[in-house]
């Protein structure tokens, strides 16, 4: 019978790794905000003695990040050192990501909200008379940019998605292993990197060989806006229809289902959150495009609703002129416009989150 030494080993033994030994120390659950208040104490104390701003609070991150890892080391271990580091950093890198959308956020809030009213939402910029005064009233709304906008966004959508959507199918359900599939990815890829002034430049050019030249209506800006949204939707979608297990192909083959309708009825439903998704993405990367909208149709001040008659105004073209007028009233404007455009943007991707709720399937787990 063989007998086994039990005897412990000493933490100080050279045999046994310091790092590995619990100690039982840990770390007093507020260090973390001790740290961070020494941090804000000291940007104070930069700022006081003349530091700028941006370099004090550089200097305080860099100061927290250094003092817990550093005091965490003399408490517990190096391992559990070099975890708090890595923490450090994490959050940081978060915060600093973070830090220009709240700043934009707040001062995009800040400077527009005060502007928006019944007023501003219910009238265009046009110059009008008084019948009773006889005197010159100035528009100062941003109404005709709203409708505008929508309509553009609306006839791009249409034209998009149907595109988009039969692409990716195609890609994926029927293209499988063949020579053109190939090449629309390719041309896909290319097209996802286009500048957008092109887009509007192809659409002025279109216009020009059948209508022409200086041509602008607002389905120009549909044209241009949907060669920036069709890579996008055709990706995203292409994505979610590769997600759909072959399993359930196979069942609904299975029961001779032809292949058109297993399409219909099982993939595309069951990837219908992540395609809503997907065109949701693809409308908030173009609905603040300016470029191509200011070389397809162009800005006006009056309220215009015909997509195929004259020029149509939008919001981003709408901040851009008004900003240009460098007078306090025009920044005011386009603080205002900038405020509707995002507002738009979330309800937008709200919707796109309810719908993809109530339209996937349910899971029967």
């Not at 905000?33 to 550089?58: E, H, N, Q, R, S």
């Not at 209508?211 to 602008?216: F, N, P, S």
């Amino acid at each position: 019978m063989t007998v086994v030494d039990q005897t412990p080993v000493e933490p100080s033994s050279p045999m046994v790794n310091r790092e590995l030994v619990f100690t039982g120390r840990r770390m007093p659950r507020r260090a973390a905000p001790i740290a961070i208040i020494g941090g804000l104490i000291l940007a104070g104390l930069l700022v006081a003695v003349g530091v700028g701003p941006v370099g004090a609070v550089v200097l305080a991150v860099i100061a927290v990040d250094t003092a817990l890892p550093v005091w965490t080391w003399i408490v517990v271990n190096r391992r559990a050192a070099t975890d708090r580091l890595i923490t450090c950093l994490v959050w940081t890198a978060l915060l600093t990501a973070m830090s220009p959308l709240v700043w934009l956020l707040i001062t995009t809030v800040a400077s527009g909200l005060p502007v928006i009213n019944g007023h501003f939402l219910s009238q265009d910029m046009q110059t009008t008379l008084n019948p009773v005064t006889f005197k010159i009233e100035v528009g100062g709304g941003v109404l005709h940019a709203l409708v505008g906008t929508l309509l553009v966004t609306l006839g791009a959508i249409i034209i998009s998605v149907p595109v988009g959507l039969m692409c990716a199918i195609y890609l994926v359900e029927y293209g499988r292993g063949r020579r053109l599939a190939s090449i629309v990815t390719i041309l896909v890829d290319v097209m996802t990197g286009i500048p957008s002034i092109v887009a509007g430049l192809f659409a002025l050019a279109l216009f020009a060989q059948f209508v022409g030249i200086g041509t602008r209506m607002g389905v120009m800006g549909s044209i241009a806006l949907s060669l920036l949204m069709i890579p996008t939707v055709v990706r995203s979608t292409e994505e979610m229809i590769r997600l759909v297990p072959d399993d359930l192909r196979e069942a609904a083959y299975a029961l001779g289902v032809p292949r058109w309708r297993t399409i219909v009825k099982v993939v595309i439903p069951t990837s219908i959150g992540g395609i809503v998704t997907g065109v949701m993405l693809a409308i908030s990367r173009v609905i603040g495009e300016t470029a191509p909208l200011l070389v397809a149709i162009g800005s006006i001040d009056v309220l215009q609703t015909n997509m195929f008659s004259g020029r149509i105004e939008t919001l981003p073209v709408f901040i851009m002129t008004q900003y240009q007028t460098s007078t306090p009233q025009g920044y005011a404007y386009a603080w205002g416009g900038a405020l509707l455009l995002i507002l738009i943007v979330m309800v937008l991707n709200v919707l796109a989150r309810v719908t993809g709720t109530i339209f996937t399937p349910k899971s029967s787990r």
